[in-house]
């Protein structure tokens, strides 16, 4: 279902999103969420940041308001605005005042660093006092119980964390997510695309191969979203090696050489035709 510019991800009786926890990641939301704590949550772009996130507030039902980052998002993207609809001027609440008035989770995904406007309206939700001055509407909301902001981050390009106050900082509770052990990451792949073990095994192994790089050259990292997709492709019928050449390979660079240099170390590491 999508609202305006935000997006509901749980819904009433949806089943549990599958997530395979790689550490206490789990634990910590919970606690997290219990206490009313925000969370940042850093991890490499494709590592499973999103899906977690849905997985938890499936966990604790509670809904899921998700933004979608971007480079100029304003705290008028967040908050509302007035707009005019037949003639009238109406205000129309933003993704996080619904959360704030819902008690749900905000999930900010993939914030680049926060600009001036928007960490004004950040820092007093996420400190003690737990509320959202609207300063168009003149007032300010207090938090419903259950509302919880969550804030995720790719620490490679990006840190929120330098356009946070301290004292907003230190209230956060921090997770780091990262590609989970081959083992972990074999069960992923095998199950989200649909492909047996030994084959998501092979994606894994190639996955860590290119991730053990000397990264220069590469701008992006295989991640687990791509290994998946490569899956999807095997799950269709396609040859291993074709599915890894398309959504691999080919996606990772343009730079002849690169693509050369990832083809020998494809042969290397999966099983010939
Ligand atoms: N630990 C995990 N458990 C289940 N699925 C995962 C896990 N990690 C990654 N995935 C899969 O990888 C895909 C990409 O993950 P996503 O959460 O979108 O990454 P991010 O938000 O970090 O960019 C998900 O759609 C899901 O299929
Ligand atoms: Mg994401």
Not at 14 to 22: I, M, N, Q, V
Not at 32 to 41: H, K, Q, Y
Not at 98 to 113: F, K, N
Request: proline share 5%; net charge negative; with cysteine.
């Amino acid at each position: 279902m999508t609202v305006n510019n935000f997006r509901l991800t749980t819904e009433a009786g949806s089943p549990a999103p599958f997530y395979r926890a790689a550490g206490p990641e789990v634990e910590i939301f919970r606690a997290a969420a219990r206490r009313g704590s925000p969370v940042l949550l850093k991890g490499p772009t494709g590592c499973g940041k999103t899906r977690f996130v849905e997985a938890m507030a499936h966990d604790l039902g509670r809904e899921l308001i998700t933004v979608a980052g971007h480079e100029d998002m304003t705290s008028a993207d967040l908050v509302g605005r007035f707009l005019l609809k037949g003639g009238e001027t109406v205000w129309v609440d933003g993704p996080l005042t619904r959360a704030v008035r819902e008690g749900a989770i905000c999930y900010l995904d993939e914030i680049v660093e926060a600009r001036q406007d928007t960490t004004v309206v950040i820092h007093p939700l996420a400190d003690h006092r737990r509320e959202l001055p609207i300063d168009r509407l003149g007032t300010t909301l207090s938090a419903a119980p259950g509302f919880q902001l969550v804030i995720s981050y790719n620490p490679g390009y990006q840190s929120i964390l330098k356009s946070l106050k301290d004292s907003t900082r230190q209230r956060f509770v921090a997770i780091s997510l990262d590609f989970p052990a081959a083992e972990i990451e074999t069960e992923v792949v095998a199950q989200e695309a649909g492909i047996d073990e030994s084959t998501a095994g092979s994606l894994v192994a190639l996955g860590n191969a290119i991730r053990n790089l000397d990264g220069a050259a590469l701008s992006e990292v295989a991640s687990t979203r791509m290994l998946i997709l490569a899956g999807g492709l095997v799950a269709e019928g396609l040859h291993l090696l074709d599915a890894v050449q398309s959504a691999v390979v080919e996606v990772l660079s343009d730079d002849p050489d690169v693509i050369r240099g990832l083809g020998e170390l494809v042969d290397a590491v999966l099983p010939r035709r």
